[in-house]
């Protein structure tokens, strides 16, 4: 167990779980504080034969991983907030050309240049809607190292499997905090393959017809088939369409293949729920400092319990409705001004007792920023 | 070359004493962009918009709650700086017209790194230089991204060490060389594009004011020895800056309207560029046949600059 021993921070992390999940490809540009990923794998993924390289902006990250990827690379990019704004275009082609790929995102204060070197959580909804038009994507979150590891060979796995681009939601706080990293033994957490088509050499292949089970077999781009890649609507030779039945049938598959698997996509962990009158919802960082709180109240007797999100796209809304219809009143944790408060909102029953405790400052929220909240819902405080 | 007849030009006494750029910033030691920027703007004079581009200048003169910039000065994204420029420029322009403010020479500058410059920022620059826009952009080329902590950049020379192209087992350092800006910008047929160099102050500075007194755009390129990330001592920046002349590294030269002219002579021969890298832990691994190999591609690159120096004639020459 000791040599799996490592102490490092989250973004190192990330680094390890994306090596461990078979990445061989990254494109990337410098951008605080994501920049140690792009550091570290210029160093690592030479000496494992993959491929890294800094291009020359943003854009040119998003769209370098979208080709290794059809070519049949796994790859990622890391960003921050304004290279997360320019890279949104691209994004919306992954959807919409299905290309696997994983996009870190750790996040600082925004707008604009906002604040580099701060934490905060204000790209939730970004990650969601950044991209134009209609879709669905998945996103991922962490509040420590372990978890960091999880959720980045999680992305690989979905971005696989669903054969779209997965977000991972990293913040400041969660990518600069060294703390213990236990190395997982190769094969302890599965890993996805790339799934590739059974279609022989000279024989039509298809690159968008789902098979039975709504996956989509890959073919090496520029390998032994020749298909058609576009941005467009398209049928399932690749080929534009706007025909109004062939749209409509892209535009469902595209959002039914992860809206239809939010059950199977949900990560999310649960503290002292059972029994809990209170419940915080946090993610990312924000859900360590609820952790402390709850754990704190505890021991003074009060039933405060946490469930912590780690898949904030497709929204679990189902598992966070069950989850609070027992509890007196529900406290979101987050650090901005509410944007998984509003999912919350509407997942819930009652969402007057949906209560919100941010920290939007730059600084980290503290147990007091929750305790006061809470205090003054318990009718303690004023 | 030609020093006689700038002659008067060359006197330190005939420099602006104001000072547009104020001390207090928190640039490292031996910090030569910030020199380069006091001295840009003794050039420009007070008249001047600046649009900063995100980057090291712009972090070290806006420590909050203090600013070093004496004059208007605006902080974009990273990859704008020159379409703002260009857009407080096509501003000053229409209230001119219309009279709504005095009609004064004020000159827009975008001023940014060299990734600002090379490399995402490249599509802005191009675009306002090819809209021929009344405006200057400075570029301060320190060779890699300094401010999110050396990583390469387009303008990181052959060989050199950043985090993100570390020498090792499998490489020796940045693979390529440096994009030659400068020759891009002449293809955009500006009329004034030069390379400058703070180790050379009145040759900075003169070049500057000669942009400054141009209507349309022009570029300067000016090198900023980065002691912090080319990991050298910081009580050299003005010899390192020296050597990049002398080495035949950088050349300092300008091209206006078309014709190529070397502004500060180099020695003959030319210093070894060993004397130059080995005063630099970003070239501390470079093997002999590597620094072979830099030697003859400065070599090759200041024989392909003396050969227009040489032969391209102007644009009134040529008819």
Aim: hydrophobic share 40%; charged share 25%; glycine share 8%.
């Amino acid at each position: 167990m000791k040599k799996n021993l490592l102490f490092v921070q989250g973004n190192e992390a990330c680094v390890e779980a994306a090596l461990y999940a078979g990445l061989e490809f990254f494109a990337g540009y410098p951008i605080t504080p994501s920049t140690e990923i792009a550091e570290l794998l210029s160093y690592r993924l030479p000496k494992k034969g993959g491929k890294f390289i800094q291009m020359e902006d943003e854009i040119s990250s998003m769209c370098a991983i979208i080709g290794a990827s059809l070519t049949g690379k796994k790859v990622m990019t890391a960003t921050s907030g304004p290279g997360f704004s320019l890279k949104q275009e691209a994004i919306g082609f992954a959807v919409m050309t299905e290309t696997p790929c994983v996009i870190v995102n750790v996040q600082r204060g925004g707008p604009s240049t906002g604040l580099p070197t701060s934490v905060s959580q204000g790209d939730i909804m970004q990650a969601r809607w950044g991209t134009h038009g209609e879709h669905a994507i998945i996103t991922l979150t962490a509040s420590n190292n372990q978890d960091v590891f999880a959720m980045t060979v999680e992305a690989f796995n979905l971005s696989e499997t669903f054969r779209s681009p997965v977000i991972l939601l990293f913040d400041e706080v969660v990518a600069h905090t060294r703390e213990r990293l236990i190395m997982p033994e190769p094969g302890e957490i599965s890993v996805v393959k790339r799934l590739r088509t059974s279609v022989k050499e000279g024989t039509d292949y298809h690159p968008y017809l789902p098979r039975e089970d709504g996956r989509l077999p890959m073919s090496d781009f520029g390998g032994v088939h020749r298909y058609n890649v576009t941005g467009l609507m398209h049928d399932m030779w690749g080929f534009p369409s706007d025909n109004p039945k062939i749209v409509y049938g892209l535009m469902h598959h595209l959002v039914d293949k992860i809206e239809g698997h939010t059950k199977e996509i949900t990560r999310i962990k649960e503290f002292f729920i059972e029994d809990a009158e209170y419940l915080l919802i946090s993610y990312g960082s924000s859900a360590r400092t609820a952790l402390h709180v709850v754990e704190n109240r505890r021991a003074r007797g009060e039933k405060v319990g946490l469930l912590e999100i780690q898949t904030l796209w497709p929204f679990p809304a189902d598992t966070v409705r069950k989850r609070c219809a027992s509890v007196n009143c529900v406290i979101v944790v987050e650090m901005n001004m509410g944007q998984i408060l509003h999912e919350v909102k509407k997942a819930v029953d009652d969402p007057d007792k949906v209560f919100l405790a941010n920290q939007i400052n730059g600084s980290f929220i503290t147990p007091t920023d929750i305790l006061n909240i809470l205090r003054i819902i318990q009718g303690k405080g004023s | 070359m030609s020093i006689v007849e700038n002659f008067d030009l060359y006197a330190p006494r005939l420099i602006d004493k104001g000072e547009y750029f104020s001390m207090g910033h928190t640039g490292c030691a031996g910090c030569g962009e910030a020199l380069a920027t006091r001295l840009v703007l003794k050039g420009l004079g007070k008249d001047t918009i600046v649009s900063n581009a995100t980057g090291c200048l712009e972090i070290i003169s806006s420590r909050y709650p203090t600013t070093a910039w004496e004059i208007p000065w605006i902080h974009v994204a990273f990859e704008n700086a020159a379409a703002v420029a260009a857009g407080v420029e096509s501003g000053l322009k229409a209230l001119r017209r219309k009279g709504r403010i005095p009609d004064r020479d004020v000159k827009s500058v975008s001023m940014a790194g060299d990734g600002g410059t090379a490399d995402i920022g490249l599509q802005a620059l191009s675009g306002a230089m090819e809209r021929g826009h009344d405006m200057i952009h400075v570029c301060y080329d320190n060779e890699a991204y300094m401010n999110t902590g050396i990583q390469r950049s387009s303008q990181t020379p052959f060989g050199a060490w950043s985090t993100t192209s570390p020498p090792g087992e499998v490489s020796f350092g940045q693979r390529t060389w440096k994009k030659n800006i400068p020759e891009i910008m002449v293809a955009h047929n500006v009329a004034y594009v030069a390379t400058a160099n703070p180790s050379y102050p009145l040759d900075l500075i003169r070049k500057v004011e000669k942009a400054r007194k141009l209507k349309g755009p022009s570029y300067i390129h000016c090198l900023s020895v980065c002691p912090t990330g080319w990991r050298m001592d910081s009580s050299l920046t003005i010899k390192v800056g020296r050597l990049a002349l002398e080495t035949g590294i950088f050349p300092l030269y300008e091209v206006e309207n078309g014709k190529y002219r070397i502004t500060v002579d180099m020695p003959e021969p030319l210093r070894p560029v060993e004397d130059y890298l080995k005063l630099q832990g970003r070239f501390r691994h470079l093997r002999p046949d590597k620094i072979e190999e830099i030697q003859a591609r400065v070599n090759l690159e200041i024989k392909k600059l003396m050969n227009k120096v040489n032969y391209i004639q102007s644009w009134e020459e040529l008819g």
